[in-house]
């Protein structure tokens, strides 16, 4: 299928739903057919406030998402919508960027784009146009808008790089793409792949999902990221089940002022823009950890308070338990605590939100900016082993923030735990920063801003005291509750056998023995040896586990000594000594002395002996009771 004919094809097809004003009546299928247009959007995420705010007849349930839903429009944003169909989303967006902002919607369809007009005249919008073209070729000035946003349109186009490029092109510094689109779960039927109604109706041209943020990123878009994934019934038959629908969202980075360069450049298209406009940061006043904003030549600044409130409890307390660990995040970007000037600390911290708490909490009183790093939701320790707390973040996020205008200095504060991830020399080459590795707890960053930016031996400290330990164990306990459970069924069916091939009361019996063994086995290395960690002797975790687990099981058999045979006290004791040892070795991860390198070369020795005396200890245990 050659572009041309393609684009043909499509432009007829949604000419034809224009004309008829819906998706799902025509022979043959369109994007987003799946019934009543109007049920169908609320099923993609609108609400029916929103379905019911813009005029009859500019829903025509094409989309595959809502990305004006998500994409933090601001009144003044200059907004333009990618195959903007009859303007649904263009007139959601232009309430959003209010009468000061402005809303362009594209379209290559003659009959799209005369429907849309006469919407946005019965709609009485004064701020949104609708300007006929190819979205591989956008009728739109270099570095003109705020957002792009596109609503289930490039999988149609035959050259999706140019459709980025062309986006990336249009944007401001600093400005953000919010895509809804089909792609690829898997393969298509080669009937369907090559079938041109399969195109038109927004299957035949998705491609999968990788390519499609690999394209995003080679276009020059960064913090590229998957904001919500959907199944679609679009395809049906035997397509069924081969597309999703994916909301993706990018940036395009900020200039540095004088023209430097601060971000990498990816493929062939530099991202390097100079003298741009002021980007704003994304202002989120839903957090309520954000109290306002504060202007800065780089745009509006979202400030953030001190006080650590309930809801801010609850989550800490919630993470603790393992419960939405992965999503306690803050948003990556520059904050303002206090009210900071061109002269204030620039705090660099992990999105972690657990470890933006306690830097707010802790410097309460300061008027800094707090620069986060995206470190995908985790602390600045371990992102430093995994690079999230790196040189590249640091200097991305330097770089859009615009920093260099928004402080007079160029000097960033660092925690001393992120020192493993970040090369100072090169944030220094890569945007002008120079780094100062501030001390290892936040609440020492006043004294070390107060004695000129110099840490003291104590400050530079790396401490792992016990309620540190003690506060860590809940997430390690509930970390191990689904194999629990299963070593638990397992145990269960292993303890009815016996000299009677298999006993029920056996099996009820033994079994509770041998999920109280291994309860206190988990109990042993994930609360004992964490809580008596400097006191358990040897340098490995396994060791420090298998020591608490072996001396707890001693216990529990000479306590239980009356109704244990030797082969199963030996089992217990075994048994005990190994789950012990591979729980505690889990705790490694938790604390500031090991390396990554340290932990595979413990596990690689630790594995084997722990399986070895599972296995051992379930011969006994099985055996003796056969045996008996
Ligand atoms: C599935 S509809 C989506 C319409 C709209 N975004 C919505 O959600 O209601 C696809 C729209 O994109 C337009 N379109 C498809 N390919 C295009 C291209 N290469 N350039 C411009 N518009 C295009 C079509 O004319 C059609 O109006």
Redesign the pocket.
Known sequence: MDGNTI?KF??ER?AGI?RQGTSCCGPEA???CGGETESGSRKIGYSSEEVDAVPPGA??G??CGNPVALASLRKGDVVL??????G??CFLAARAVGPEGKVIG????PD?IEKARGNAEKGGYGNVEFRL????NLPAADRSVDAVL????IN??PDKEKVFSEAYRVLKPGGRVMISDIVLVRELPEAVAGSMAAYAG?VAGAIRKEEYLRLMEEAGFRDVRVVQESGSDIAAGEAAGSIMSMTTFGVKPSSVPGGECCAPKSGNVSPCCGGGSPSKAVIRYEDTFVDGQVETPAGPVPRVHSRIGRRDVLGRWKVRWGIGRDGYRVAPGLYALGAPDGNAPVLVSANYKLTFDVVRRDVAGLDAWILVLDTRGINVWCAAGEGTFGTGEVVRRVTEAQLAEVVIHRRLVLPQLGAPGVAAHEVRKGCGFSVEYGPVRARDIRSFLDAGMKASPAMRRVAFPTMDRIVLTPVEITGFLRPAGWAAAVLFLLAGIGPGIFSLGAAWERGFAGVAALTAGILAGAVVTPVLLPWLPGRAFSVKGGLAGGALAACAVVWQRGSLDAPAALALLLAMTAVSSFVAMNFTGATPFTSPSGVEKEMRRALPVQAGLTVLAGLLWVGGAILR
Not at 106 to 109: A, G, Q
């Open positions: 684009k499509v432009r949604y224009a369109s994007c987003g829903d025509l094409l989309g919508d990618l195959g903007s169909g009859a649904f989303d594209v379209d290559m369809t799209m073209g190819e979205i591989e596109s609503n289930c349109v149609l186009s927004c």
